[in-house]
C-alpha cells in the first residue's frame, strides 16, 4: 500500500474510533446498559485483531515482500486482500464504540457515590485507571512495537490479541459481580419533552414553592434526585403542576406538558456543562503539538544519550508518559490528601480547579516548545546550516523533554479532571454519553490542530521569506508557530475561567437539607468552583 494511502487510512480509522463511542454511549445509556455495551464491545475488538493477525501470519492475505534495489517491484494488495485488512479497522472502530465510553462510567459504578469514602474511592479510581493506561501504552509503543519490529509482525499482533482474548474472558467471568445501571429510555426525548413543555407553559408563573411542582420520586439502581437549582428558570414551567395534566388515577396525562423536576434539572445540567467542554478542545489542541514537529526538531539536534546509545526521534513522547506516570501516584497520595487539609471544606482541589491548572501547564509547555526551537534555530544559523537542513548541531536534544514533562503533568491535571468532571456532573442515565464526550474533544482537537497548521502553513509565507512551517526548519520559524498554540491557549483559559465562575456543580436533595423555599434551597448548591 503506498505510503499517502495507508496515511489516510490510518487517519480515517483513528478519527472513527474517536466517534463511533458516540453510538456506542447512545446504545449503552437507552437500551442495553453498559455491561452489555463493553461485552460486545470487546468481543468486536477481539474480532478485529484476530483478524489483522491473520494478515501477518498467512502470507496469502497479504501481498508478497519486495525490494525495488533488488529488482524485485512492490505489488499492491488485492481486492480481497484491502477487504480483509479494512473489515479488521472497521470491527475494531466498533469494538472502540463499545469500550471507550463505557469502561470508566461502568468502573465507577462499582462504588458507592453517596458516601464519602465512596467518593474518595471514585477519585482514585479515575487517577488509577488512567494510570494503568498510560502504563498499557507505554509497553505498547516500546514492547510491542520492539516485537514487531525485531522478531516477527506475527507474534506482534499475535501478543496484543491473546492479551485481549483473557480480557474479554475474565470480564465475562465477573459477570455477577457487578452493578449494572439499567438503560432507562432515550434521553433525547425526556430533554425534547422539557422545552416542548416550558413553551407550552411559557404563560404560567413560576411559583414560590417547590411543591408546585411535579417531582416524584426516582427509581433506579443509582438514581437521586437532583436539587432544584435558579439557572435557566423558564425550564422551570415544564414541571408546574396544573389539574389538567393528570389523570383518574392520578398519573401524567400529557407527558409532553408536564415533566418532572428530574428531567428539567437534567437537561438543564447538560446545558451547563456544554460552555465548559467547549473550552477542553484545547488542552488536545496543544499536546497535538507534542506528536508532529518535536520529530522534525529531535532529527535536526544531538540525540545521543552517552557514547552508544541514541534516542530515536519519534520516542520523546515517551517522557511525557513517563511524567504522567510519575505524577498520578504523587497527586493521589500527597497532593490530594494536602489539599484537603489545607481547604476548610476538606474537599480539596475542585475539578474545575484540577482542569484550570492542567490547561494552564499546557500554555507553559508551549512556551517551552518555542524557547527551545529559537534556541535551536539561532544555533543553526549562527553555525551556517540555514540551507542545510538536514546537518546536526551540538544542540542537545534533551532540550525538548520539559516540554514533554510539563504535558504529561499537564495531562495529568486536565485530562482526568475532565473524566471525573464528566462523569460526576452528567445525569446518571447519560454516563456513557459523558465519557464519549471526551474522546470527542479529544477528536476536534486533533481535527482543528490540522486546520491551524493549515491556515498558518497557507498564509504565514510571502515573497523574500519563507511561511513559519516551511520543509526546512532553519528556515521556518516555528517557535512563532509555538507562540501562537500557546496565545490560543491563554485565551481559551481566560474563557475558561469566567465560565467556571458562572458554573454551578449538580447537588442532589441528599447533598443538604431541602427547603420549600426555592432561594434558600438555590444558595445552599450554589458553591464557587
Known amino acids: ?55 501477518a501470519i498467512f502470507p496469502q492475505f497479504r501481498p508478497p515482500p519486495c525490494n525495488v534495489n533488488a529488482g524485485t517491484p512492490c505489488r499492491l494488495a488485492t481486492g ?10 472497521t470491527v475494531m472502530a466498533i469494538g472502540a464504540g463499545g469500550i471507550r465510553p463505557c469502561s470508566v462510567a ?119 434526585s437532583m436539587a432544584l437549582t435558579d439557572q435557566f428558570m423558564f425550564l422551570n414551567k415544564a414541571s408546574i403542576k396544573i389539574p389538567q395534566d393528570f389523570k383518574e388515577d392520578g398519573s401524567v396525562a400529557f407527558p409532553w406538558r408536564l415533566c418532572s423536576l428530574q428531567q428539567v434539572e437534567e437537561l438543564k445540567s447538560v446545558i451547563r456543562l456544554a460552555p465548559i467542554w467547549s473550552t477542553t478542545i484545547s488542552t488536545f489542541v496543544c499536546l497535538a503539538q507534542l506528536n508532529t514537529f518535536p520529530v522534525l526538531q529531535a532529527e535536526l539536534m544531538d540525540r545521543h544519550v552517552g557514547k552508544h546509545f541514541q534516542i530515536p526521534a519519534g520516542s520523546f513522547g515517551f517522557f511525557s508518559m513517563v511524567a504522567l506516570t510519575l505524577f498520578l501516584p504523587i497527586y493521589d497520595r500527597f497532593i490530594v490528601p494536602f489539599s484537603r487539609r489545607m ?111 493549515s491556515i498558518v502553513h497557507n498564509t504565514t509565507g510571502g515573497p523574500g521569506h519563507h511561511n513559519w512551517l516551511a520543509q526546512n526548519l532553519n528556515m521556518a520559524k516555528l517557535d512563532n508557530f509555538y507562540w501562537l498554540i500557546a496565545g490560543y491557549g491563554t485565551l481559551n483559559l481566560v474563557y475558561f475561567v469566567i465560565i467556571a465562575r458562572w458554573y454551578r456543580y449538580k447537588a442532589t436533595v441528599n447533598d443538604h437539607t431541602a427547603k420549600t423555599s426555592i432561594t434558600g434551597q438555590d444558595k445552599q448548591i450554589s458553591p464557587s468552583p
Request: with cysteine.
Open 1 to 55: 500500500m503506498p505510503n499517502v494511502t495507508a496515511s489516510y487510512v490510518i487517519n480515517v480509522w483513528l478519527g472513527s474510533t474517536n466517534l463511533t463511542p458516540l453510538l456506542g454511549a447512545f446504545l449503552s445509556d437507552s437500551y442495553i446498559g453498559r455491561y452489555w455495551t463493553i461485552s460486545l464491545g470487546c468481543t468486536a475488538s477481539f474480532i478485529g485483531m484476530g483478524l489483522l493477525s491473520l494478515t
Open 80 to 89: 480481497a486482500q484491502n477487504a480483509l485488512l479494512y473489515s479488521s479497522f
Open 106 to 224: 461502568f468502573g465507577a459504578d462499582q462504588f458507592d457515590y453517596t458516601s464519602e469514602k465512596g467518593k474518595r474511592s471514585i477519585q482514585s479510581f479515575f487517577n488509577w485507571y488512567y494510570f494503568s493506561f498510560t502504563i498499557a501504552m507505554m509497553v505498547a509503543l516500546t514492547i510491542i512495537v520492539y516485537i514487531q519490529d525485531d522478531v516477527s509482525w506475527s507474534w506482534g499482533l499475535c501478543i496484543p490479541t491473546s492479551l485481549m482474548f483473557l480480557s474479554v474472558t475474565s470480564f465475562l467471568l465477573g459477570a455477577k459481580l457487578y452493578i449494572r445501571v439499567r438503560p432507562e429510555g432515550s434521553s433525547l426525548t425526556s430533554f425534547l419533552q422539557v422545552l416542548v413543555g416550558a413553551v407550552r407553559k411559557r404563560h404560567l408563573v413560576l411559583p414560590s414553592q417547590t411543591s408546585d411542582y411535579y417531582d416524584p420520586p426516582q427509581i433506579g439502581v443509582l438514581k437521586s
Open 343 to 453: 481547604t476548610k471544606d476538606g474537599k480539596g482541589i475542585t475539578l474545575l480547579q484540577r482542569m484550570g491548572i492542567g490547561m494552564a501547564l499546557t500554555v507553559i509547555s508551549m512556551a517551552f516548545a518555542a524557547t527551545a526551537e529559537r534556541k535551536r534555530r539561532n544555533l543553526a544559523v549562527s553555525h551556517g546550516f540555514m540551507d542545510t537542513p538536514r546537518d546536526g548541531i551540538t544542540m542537545s536534544a534533551l532540550w525538548l523533554v520539559p516540554q514533554f514533562s510539563v504535558a504529561g503533568v499537564a495531562e495529568g491535571f486536565s485530562a482526568i479532571g475532565q473524566i471525573e468532571f464528566l462523569y460526576s456532573q452528567f445525569p446518571e442515565n447519560m454516563r456513557s454519553i459523558a465519557g464519549a464526550l471526551f474522546f470527542l474533544s479529544m477528536a476536534l482537537g486533533n481535527y482543528l490542530s490540522s486546520f491551524i497548521v
